[in-house]
Every structure is written in C-alpha cells, then in structure tokens.
C-alpha cells in the first residue's frame, strides 16, 4: 500500500457545485496534513493544512479522520478558477513530506 | 517579497551531457528541497538541505544525482551523464526551518522542465 493515495480523478463538476476528495494515508504515526495545489504546469502551492477538528477557508473545508486514516477536502460552489490538482500531503515525525499523486478537478461552465 | 526562483526554466540536453540546476530560495529561508515531478506522477523527494547540518541524500536516485548549497543560500542540483529518464520537472522548496518532528510551509520555485534526447 502506497503511503498517501489519492484518486486521481479526473472528477467532471459544474460550475456551482460540491466536490469532495479524499487521500488516506498508511503511517498511523502520521502527524500532520495539507492541501497543496497544483494548476497545470505551475508549482504547487498551499491550499490549507489539516486539523484534527476540521478547518474552514471559505469555499474549502478541510477534514481529518484518524481512525480511518483519511483527510478530505470538500469544495463548495465550485468556480472555473478551481480547475486543477489537488495534492494531499502527509508528515510523520519528519521534515521530509510525502504527497500524494494528486486529484484533477476540471470545472466546467 | 521575492519568492523562489529557479533557472533554468527549460533546459533540452543530449543524452550523456552533464546538467547543473540553480535554486534561489527566499532570504532567510534555512531550509531547502529538491524533488523531481514525472509526467501525471506525485512529487520524488531527491535531496534536504537544513542549516550548515549535513544534507539528508536519502532521495537521490542514483551516484549520477548531486547537489550542493553554497552559503545557506543559493543550491545547485547536478546530473552527471543524463538519462532519457531523467527527463522531468525538477522542483525546489524552500521553508523557514525544519526541525525534526515539525513540518514548515513549503513554498516552492517555478521548476526546471529538463528533456534529455
């Protein structure tokens, strides 16, 4: 088992509507979480980190689950600006994260 | 403020030649990474540099890799004998510092996009 997976997707959405990814992850020593993204052909940037009780960035609500070893994103009304990969990122004890493969997210009018 | 650069932004090499790659990360950044993106694939951590300590290696795919950083500051990644499969985005991360156990923002540079024919 990989240590972080994500669907790769793509997922095909609407303009307007809710989407949700989710990465899990295998190292139940995993201590910390984040959202990168990635638009095409440019470098990923920081979406949002991930806590244990959940975070909110307007349009973007992150959430952790211990027990079942995922986080997840969900978007609501989704714009065209939101077309692009979403790169789940988990930290052990360690200063060398590992990120996932990535979701595509393609926003269509 | 200025954010991390990287040059060059595109570098088309022959197959056997040697390539050096150049990070400039933010000022008063300590820490400093390199990974390598292949087409539809995650981010490969190559090489760490933290500080004056001794850069953590453990990510270099093989003896071809190699990488220094002049001053805790500017780094260069080299490729010894390029390979067709060392085609790939070569990108550089910089954060604040990163203790062992703590995870800094990384905010990373534009990318090197290599090709080796």
């Known amino acids: 088992r990989k240590e972080v997976e994500q669907d790769p997707g793509p997922f095909n959405v609407p303009e307007g509507a809710t989407v949700a990814f989710n990465c899990t992850y295998s190292?139940?020593?995993?201590?910390?979480f984040f959202w990168y993204r990635q638009d095409c052909r440019k470098e990923p940037k920081l979406l949002m980190s991930v806590y244990s009780s959940g975070n909110e960035d307007g349009r973007f609500t992150a959430q952790l689950n211990r027990a079942s070893q995922y986080i997840s994103l969900l978007i609501r009304d989704s714009k065209l600006s939101d077309s692009a990969t979403y790169l789940c990122v988990v930290n052990k004890r360690s200063y060398i994260p590992t990120f996932g493969r990535g979701t595509s997210l393609i926003v269509h009018p | 403020g200025a954010g991390v650069s990287q040059s060059p932004s595109n570098k088309v090499t022959e197959k056997g030649k040697d390539v050096e790659l150049r990070c400039d990360p933010i000022?008063?950044?300590?820490?400093l990474y390199w990974y390598r993106q292949s087409l539809g694939q995650g981010l490969e951590f190559l090489i760490y540099?933290?500080?004056?300590?001794?850069?953590?290696k453990s990510g270099l795919p093989s003896d071809r890799f190699s990488a220094e950083r002049t001053g805790g500051s500017v780094s260069t990644l080299t490729i010894q004998r390029t390979q067709q499969e060392d085609s790939a985005v070569y990108l550089c991360?910089?954060?604040?510092?990163?203790?062992?156990?703590?995870?800094?923002?990384?905010?990373f540079g534009p990318g090197t996009r290599l090709l080796v024919l």
């Open positions: 000022s008063g950044h300590t820490a």
């Open positions: 540099f933290q500080g004056n300590s001794a850069p953590d």
């Open positions: 991360a910089s954060s604040l510092s990163s203790p062992a156990g703590v995870y800094e923002t990384q905010y």
């Open positions: 190292n139940s020593a995993s201590q910390s």
